[in-house]
């Protein structure tokens, strides 16, 4: 810290004086230490000459001349006044002596320093100066816990952006620092009499200086735990429809797995995995595809202002309250979360309120979105007759029907290709959804109490027509302050949200209908009955008729199916400051929340069609679901922040209980009079054999931690955690569980040799932690039993034990290990940060298959490794940045490997299953199905290795495991034969501004994996000739010996089995958003004007159907934010 | 300091904690909330039954399916509905079979299991009880334990003492339990029934104003089996009552070649005169109301499946070839109509004549009931799934004491006049066939003696354990290391 370059900076008079000045025994050690080490060499020739120069300026002289650096005190050499020199070819030290002759100076030559210092000490006392301010940010909004350095204290705005400094170097720079917003650097002179406003900026990307972990606000550089801050701001600009799409482009690691079904239905809740998947989907019965994984268990944990929320409170959260998101990743960062932490943590703190005069922001935000049809490609009625006419379709031998009924079918067809009719049956169920936000945010108050009153109304309108998820919500935030040092808050929110699914069904029922269909007859009236083939069983055989219903008409009915809820949440805070770096803060959130789902069918629906006549009261059909959740959540917790000479500590100790309860209960009725009356009333009764059903589940955690970060002179940074949790989901024999992390790094920038201009900023860091994960049910632990309501015995109702309850059980532990570095150059005007990280969890929770004779065939037990091993990089840069303009660019790249290390033995029963049904169930046949194997990657696609198909006979060629060929296809022969891990995926992007005027380009990619295209398995070789298919399908199929083809034989009718055939290298890259924005200030008042596009191109290396229930959808959001 | 603060605060948080982390689950009954009343205890123990009178067990399987299909009791042709035409041919790698088979294993293991963790909570809760119903629920769960491995053991174990049997499984535990000998298991099930009995010598059963009749019967003198004011205590020959325990006994000792004990044991029912012979009346009437088709009086133990009835009478045992059937010459042959039996009254009840394209075919009656709850249709008695009837221990009496007057005497109430004449073991297995037809018992019988089993033709397949020792389940061998 001593060496210092001999220009008169900020820093070297400040540290000279200190170095001077201050009476710390600390720095005295140090001096000493520098004392012994006078070096008393002979200095190179040094020549000065001039008259009437300052002090200061001849050593600026010396210094270049000798390149020492000269160390003195402002103060002392100023009131010197100037000298005349003239001196030739000395060495310094005589140069020295002559320069300082008769000045009350003393100095030293320490290594290549020169220390100058005033013979009397001439410090009388520092002057102390008190400046206070408020800091705000550019609406105007004063900004709480900013945090402000100056020199080596640590200050805090209050709630209302209001500060306070003693300061007793005019020339320290005070800093300014808050997540979100760009560090400021300002200078005392800078004050009008003792006041200074400070406003901060926006943050560039991602350009933030405090990590808040939910306990405690951490500073960044000083922190070894790996998390990733992004302001509220960022993420609008990213999505302003999803906070999760936004934070997937900062941080590619935090993965939202694809899932081509449901598109872009507002109401499809995400499946998201941070760093890998850590967990297998639970319960071994049904048959898993790989493209439809709906499981939760890779789910973070989602903190809102200190308390755990669902996934659906996070997607249905209004962006405009966010006030910054902040994803922990590694075990240093999350391990103060313990059994929840795993799968990473993201937290989310809201805005609070500033005081000052009312203010009133309004947020408005039209969004359009289209659907986004341009990897369908069906045919239309012309071509679809003809490729009818080419399959056979109206072949009497092929049909077994007589030739005459075949023709008069197909010019009956042909009659209305020729009269016009081309039905665009895709365009039917969609739309251009246009959704609507408006929100409005009052704030005001004085020092003591402040207030904040939010409301919005947004419509969250699908593509598909009918199917939406509208959003009311109202808060209310009160905080009051009792002289300083005493603070409650509360905030209460009532959320209200109307889900609607689209009464149009699945969109794949329209992709698949005969464009040579009509709509509606000549009434009008939307045809339900289409078309019904025939065709025969056998030669001779029963006629078998395939009846093609619309699926039109059931969008004409009184059908609804609505899933609405409405939730209160309020938060209520206490905090105490016993003393200055002490604090105690007391919180309580209390959830309550009722959902109810209303799903009726209309009688009239096409799924009753087929009833018999006998089951005509049996049509129609209500199915009612409520769910009661309430969620109790308290924490408390000591903060103890502190500077102490070159000791830095932020410590926090607490303790946190959350209750679970959510009580569920359903029935159906059936049998409804007609279409009008669609209340539950109306209803026969109930379905045959069926009763109501219920689940209660109930859940409590009690945990207490210790965190704390400490820092040695800014350079050597620890971090360490140690939770311990208790959790009613656990086995009565393992009631608590200990989780720890640890953290070390190293600011090589701060060292005192560490002398490289480019760089200005090098930090190493190592985590390694242990945290946990108990996503599951809560009574897995326990023995439980049900009474068997269906069959009374004649003394009695009996009970029966339903499974074996492990009293052992317990969570699933993840050992993971990070390293990585952080690179600033150029005053951190590219910042690079690579990560390496290694995760390996323990004890998954498995089914164990046991001996049937111990009375049951599996239990859980905690059996099975997963490990996870990937780098992270990321790379920003600010390629332009001044008054008027700036430019910054990033990328992000994650590379991410899974394999799983040990599975238990039901797994290997599940494989089994899953063999057989891929050999025998026409379903499943065509569908890479998941399959746990050790070694093998969780991503892994399964199947028989194909050579394509044999140019002699149109059949395809199948490798066998011991490598010989076959045409038959063999289960026992499925092996590993892609993987769809990507082998990097990533964002990159840039930010423009001009003066007020901002605009931001993401992309998205991944390239690296592998794809089963199912589209040409289903929809071009299986292809049903009787309805519509992918226009692929004309492309060549094996004919005749001799023809290479990629298609097997056009004779073949039977399922396609899954092979690597259709395994494809898939390589993408999406424009994932275009950000404009202007500020716009009118008389005062600050208005924003922003559009944001989603999703606009996307360029794929395979040619897949997208969206097969639900389309996708590109959009383009205007948004508007005034203040007044 | 700090450290061993916090450290004692964590401590004493967590030992308060431990109790408040422990949630009882609502919509579902742990064990321990179940435990905490007599009722659940009482809830346990009928769970038992309602468990084994399931379709896969003795509500169907066990009673009326493998055992008898492997008996050769039915007529069994190519449109084979049930997939039982190669589990007939003793076809043991069929999948159907396999299935079946293992589902048996599953399923009366998991009633053990049941009854086992029953057992490992009664006797901490004794204070719980009212009356004798400690004693009672304690002596019915030892004794079905028992009942169900011994039916396990004459399923999937040789009849050799000293051959490997099966796990006799005593403990609620996933641990695996060692296979036991044949021998050993014998002993074990005789030692629980042998508790079973001294503990349930308070059954009410036992009490002389006990009497059982048929539960439509309007005169109260005549049944007083649902007389009692609790459920629980109500129809004792639904559960495995003191005279079932003996019959088990009786059974079990006979299995181990033990004939004076298990004579011991059948003569105490046969001499208690608390089951009475079924009146021709009752047996032969027409009316469907009153009508008594199970022989259900001389019941000592069966399984109450009122919700088969419907199963057996529209598919299983349905009135048409389509339906388990059998020929009319198998049917004659089994019930010898050309000679003794030209009389059987069970012949006459149990079975019907229709005619088809392949000649006449007998249909299965004798579970024929009226599932309509108007009185004026029901039968006189419940739907049941035979257990233990009287007549075994009259049969068992007869092989012990070498002694056919006890033989004599079922056939008399069968409407056999002639006494037997000839060995005494053929004519005894011909007997025990008639009167367990569709019972699922035969084929032990079969089995314990190593006797041929005769199949439709009335010719024989040799006795063998390659048929009498159904293979263990595969899960059974892999994850219990058989």
Redesign the interface.
């Known amino acids: 810290m001593l060496l210092l370059k001999s220009t008169k900076s900020m820093h070297f008079n400040h540290w000279a004086k200190n170095f001077i000045s201050r009476k710390s025994l600390c720095n005295r050690v140090s001096l000493l230490l520098v004392l012994i080490f006078v070096s008393i060499q002979t200095y190179a020739q040094v020549t000065i000459s001039a008259k009437n120069i300052s002090l200061d300026q001849a050593f600026d002289q010396l210094s270049n001349q000798t390149g020492y650096t000269f160390f003195y005190n402002n103060k002392d050499i100023r009131k010197l006044g100037k000298v005349d020199v003239a001196i030739k070819n000395a060495s310094l030290e005589t140069a020295m002596g002559q320069l300082l002759k008769g000045l009350p100076l003393n100095w030293h030559i320490v290594d290549k320093t020169v220390v100058i210092r005033a013979t009397t000490p001439t410090h009388v006392q520092d002057t102390v100066r008190e400046i206070s301010g408020i800091v705000r940010n550019k609406l105007n909004e004063p900004l709480p816990r900013v945090s402000i350095r100056v020199v080596n204290e640590v200050y805090q705005t209050n709630n209302e952006g209001e500060f306070k400094l003693k300061i007793t170097d005019e020339d320290a720079p005070i800093s300014f620092s808050f997540i979100g917003y760009q560090s400021a650097t300002y200078r005392v002179s800078q004050a009008r009499n003792g006041k200074l406003n400070v406003v901060l900026d926006d943050a560039k990307i991602g350009l933030n200086e405090v990590v808040v972990n939910g306990y405690q606000e951490i500073h960044r550089d000083n922190y070894t735990g790996t998390a990733v801050v992004v302001s509220g701001e960022r993420l609008k600009e990213l999505s302003p429809q999803n906070v999760l799409q936004g934070l997937q482009v900062v941080d590619p690691s935090f993965k939202i797995l694809n899932n081509n079904f449901n598109g872009s239905n507002p109401n499809s809740m995400p499946v998201i995995n941070v760093r890998g998947s850590s967990a297998l989907p639970t319960g071994s019965d049904g048959i898993l595809r790989r493209d439809n994984i709906t499981s939760s268990v890779n789910l973070p944990a989602f903190i809102l202002d200190g308390y755990e929320v669902s996934l659906e409170k996070v997607i249905d959260l209004d962006m405009n309250r966010i006030a910054s998101v902040t994803l922990l990743k590694d075990a240093a960062a999350t391990a103060i979360y313990g059994s929840r932490a795993a799968n990473g943590v993201l937290v989310i703190t809201t805005k609070v309120p500033a005081n000052g005069k009312l203010q009133v922001t309004y947020n408005h935000e039209t969004n359009i979105n289209g659907p986004d049809l341009t990897d369908y490609h069906v045919l239309n009625a012309s071509q679809k007759l003809q490729y009818e006419q080419q399959a056979g379709v109206y072949d009497g031998v092929q049909q077994k029907v007589p030739q005459d009924a075949l023709d008069e079918l197909y010019y009956k067809k042909l009659m209305n290709v020729v009269g016009g009719v081309n039905t665009y049956w895709l365009s039917q169920p969609l739309r251009t959804a246009v959704g609507q936000k408006h929100g409005v945010y009052l704030q005001g108050g004085e020092e003591h109490f402040r207030y904040g009153i939010d409301l919005r109304y947004q419509t969250r309108p699908g593509v598909m027509k009918g199917s939406s998820r509208d959003q009311y919500s109202g808060g209310m935030n009160f905080s009051y302050n009792l002289s300083n040092r005493i603070k409650f808050q509360n905030e209460l929110t009532i959320t209200q949200v109307k889900a609607k699914e689209s009464p149009y069904g699945s969109f794949a029922d329209y992709v698949k209908t005969n464009p040579y269909y009509r709509m509606t007859d000549d009434e009008g009236m939307t045809i339900r009955e289409l078309e019904t083939w025939s065709d025969r069983n056998g030669d001779g055989g029963a006629y078998q008729y395939d009846h093609v219903l619309s699926a039109l008409y059931n969008s004409t009915l009184s059908s609804f199916n609505n899933n609405n809820y409405a939730e209160i949440i309020d938060n209520f805070a206490a905090e105490f400051e016993v003393t200055k770096g002490l604090r105690i803060r007391g919180q309580m959130s209390l959830t309550s929340r009722q959902t109810n789902g209303d799903n009726f069918l209309s009688p009239l629906a096409n799924q009753f069609y087929f009833y018999a006549a006998s089951e005509t009261d049996q049509k129609g059909s209500y199915t009612s679901n409520r769910t009661k959740e309430t969620y109790w959540d308290g924490n408390i917790r000591l903060n103890y922040v502190k500077q102490l000479h070159d000791h830095s500590i932020n410590l926090v ?1 607490g ?1 946190n209980i959350r209750t679970e309860l959510s009580d569920y209960a359903s029935f159906t009725a059936v049998g409804f009079p007609n279409d009008r009356f669609t209340s539950v009333g109306f209803a026969k009764g109930y379905a045959e054999n069926a009763r109501p059903s ?7 955690l ?1 945990g ?1 931690f ?1 965190s704390t970060n400490y820092s040695y002179k800014d350079r050597y940074l620890m971090d360490a955690t140690v939770r ?1 949790d ?3 989901k ?1 086995g ?1 024999d393992k ?2 569980a200990p989780f720890w992390s640890l953290g070390v790094g190293w600011n090589l920038h701060k060292e005192a040799w560490f002398n490289n201009t480019a760089i200005s900023q090098l930090r190493l860091r190592f985590t390694t932690g242990l945290t946990g994960s108990v996503q599951f049910s ?2 897995l632990s ?7 309501q ?13 499974n ?3 009293k052992n059980l317990g969570w699933q532990k993840t050992r993971s290990t990070d390293l990585g570095f952080d690179l600033g150059l150029f005053n951190d005007r590219i910042f690079l940060s690579p990560r390496v990280y290694y995760k390996l969890t323990k004890d998954l929770l498995a089914d164990i ?9 599996s ?1 859980k037990e905690n059996l099975g490794d997963m490990e996870n091993r990937g780098i992270e990089l990321s790379l920003r840069a600010v390629v332009v940045q001044n008054k008027e303009w700036s430019v910054n660019v990033y990328a992000n790249l994650v590379h991410n490997t899974n394999k799983i290390v040990r599975i238990s ?1 039901s797994l290997e029963a599940y494989n089994n299953k899953v063999n057989q049904e891929q050999a025998n169930n026409d379903k499943y046949k065509g569908v890479p199905l998941l399959r746990y194997k050790e070694g093998q990657s969780y991503d892994a696609i399964y199947a028989v290795r194909s050579l394509g198909i044999d140019p002699q006979n149109g059949k395809e060629i199948f490798v066998k495991q011991n490598g010989t060929l076959t045409y038959q296809w063999d289960a026992r022969d499925v092996r590993v034969v892609g993987d769809a891990t990507p082998f990097a995926q990533g964002s990159f992007g840039g930010t423009f501004h001009y003066r007020k005027f901002m605009m931001s380009v993401n992309f998205q990619t991944e390239f690296g994996g592998d794809m089963y295209n199912q589209t040409l398995v289903d929809r071009v070789e299986n292809a049903n000739p009787r309805y519509n298919v992918d226009s692929r399908v004309f492309a060549e199929k094996w004919k005749q010996p001799g023809d290479k083809t990629f298609y097997k034989s056009i004779t073949d009718w039977g399922q396609t089995q899954v092979s690597s055939r259709f395994i494809q290298p898939n390589n993408v890259l999406s424009l994932q958003s275009i950000y404009c924005s202007y500020d716009l200030r009118v008389t005062k008042r600050m208005v924003r004007l922003g559009m944001t596009a989603n999703d606009i191109l996307r360029w794929s290396s395979v040619e897949q159907e997208r969206g097969i229930d639900y389309p996708f959808a590109r959009s383009i959001t205007f948004s508007l934010q005034a203040q007044f | 300091m700090r450290l061993f603060i916090t450290t004692l605060i964590l401590t004493l948080t967590f030992t308060s904690c431990k109790k408040w982390l422990d949630i009882q689950p609502e919509s579902e009954i742990s064990d321990e909330v179940l435990y905490s009343t007599e009722e659940g205890f009482q809830e346990a123990l009928v769970g038992v039954y309602t468990k084994c009178s399931q379709e896969q067990l003795y509500g169907k399987e066990l009673t009326v399916g493998t055992p008898e299909v492997l008996a050769q009791n039915y007529t069994l042709t190519d449109n084979d509905k049930y997939n039982y035409l190669k589990t007939s041919k003793y076809v043991y790698t069929d999948a159907d079979f396999i299935n079946r088979k293992d589902q048996i294993w599953v399923g009366l293991y998991n009633a053990i299991a049941n009854c086992n963790l029953l057992l490992a909570n009664i006797d901490s809760k004794r204070k719980l009880f009212t009356g004798n119903n400690y004693a009672l629920i304690k002596g019915e769960a030892l004794a079905l334990r028992a009942y169900l491995h011994f039916d396990l053991l004459r399923m999937f174990a040789p009849v050799t003492a000293t051959a490997t049997g099966i796990p006799y499984v005593t403990k609620y535990s996933k641990d695996i339990t060692p296979m036991s000998t044949v021998g050993a298991v014998l002993d074990s099930a005789i030692n629980d029934l042998t508790k079973a009995k001294e503990l349930l010598t308070i059954d009410p059963i036992l009490s002389a104003s006990y009497v059982i009749g048929y539960p439509t019967e309007k005169d109260t003198t005549l049944n007083t089996e649902e007389s009692s004011p609790q459920l629980f205590l109500q129809n004792r020959r639904h559960r495995l009552n003191y005279y079932a325990v003996c019959g088990t006994l009786a059974r079990v000792y006979l299995y181990k070649n033990d004939k004076a004990n298990a004579l011991t044991n059948a003569l105490e029912v046969i001499n208690s005169h608390k089951f009475p012979w079924t009146n021709n009346s009752d047996f032969l009437a027409v009316d469907d109301d009153k009508k008594d088709r199970i022989l259900y009086k001389e019941l000592l133990f069966g399984w109450y499946i009122p919700t088969m009835a419907t199963t057996y009478k529209n598919s299983f045992f349905l009135i048409s070839t389509s339906g388990i059937h059998l020929s009319e010459y198998a049917g004659q042959s089994i019930y010898e109509t050309g000679g003794a039996g030209a009389d059987d009254l069970r012949y006459k009840e149990w079975l019907v004549s229709s005619s088809g394209t392949a000649g006449n075919t007998l249909n299965v009656v004798k579970y024929l009931h009226n599932t309509d709850n108007t009185a004026d249709d029901a039968n006189l008695h419940y739907m049941m799934a035979p257990a233990i009837r009287l007549s075994e221990m009259y049969y068992i009496a007869a092989e012990c004491s070498n002694n056919a007057d006890y033989l004599n005497t079922v056939r008399t109430h069968r409407g056999i006049g002639s006494p037997v004449t000839g060995d005494l073991i053929t004519e005894l297995v011909k007997e025990c066939r008639k009167e367990w037809y569709a019972e699922g018992q035969i084929f032990y019988m079969y089995k314990r003696l190593n006797h041929d089993i005769i199949n439709q033709n009335g010719g024989s397949i040799p006795a063998s354990d390659k048929i009498f020792v159904l293979p263990l389940p595969n899960d059974e061998i892999l994850y219990g290391g058989r």
Do not use: C, H, M
């Open positions: 100790a303790a219920s689940n209660i589940e109930k859940s409590r009690f207490d210790v311990t208790g959790s009613s656990f009565t009631r608590l809560p009574y326990r023995t439980t039993y049900t009474y068997d269906t069959n009374w015995y004649s003394s009695g109702i009996g009970a029966t034990v339903d074996y309850g492990n298959s046991i001996a049937p004779s111990t009375g049951f065939s239990y033995n």
